[in-house]
């Protein structure tokens, strides 16, 4: 999988920059689990987990790959809904 396959069409443009920001982090890993958890999940977001998910993302991929995987503790602040619907969708990831 090389990005995306979702059409933006049918998003708003904070969807469309989050989808974008999602496969475009750096770290392979962290594309695949970020990007495949907000094609399938983005249009259905509300705008506090939409919030949740954008301070997710200011975090660094390896502090995120060692907190979705389970090697380090999650920091209280990004302990919150939008982190553990990412942690339980990792199951269903196509790498």
Not at 5 to 33: K, N, V, Y
Request: glycine share 4%.
């Amino acid at each position: 999988m090389t990005g995306s396959s979702r059409t933006t069409a049918d998003l708003q443009p904070r969807q469309r920059r989050i989808l974008f920001r999602c496969w475009h982090r750096g770290m392979r890993e962290m594309d695949l689990i970020l990007g495949q958890f907000a094609d399938a999940h983005i249009d259905t977001l509300s705008d506090e987990e939409l919030d949740q998910y954008e301070a997710l993302m200011e975090a660094l991929d390896r502090d995120l790959l060692k907190w979705v995987t389970g090697e380090a503790d999650v920091p209280a602040e990004f302990d919150t809904p939008i982190f553990h619907k990412v942690v339980a969708s990792r199951n269903n990831i196509s790498f």
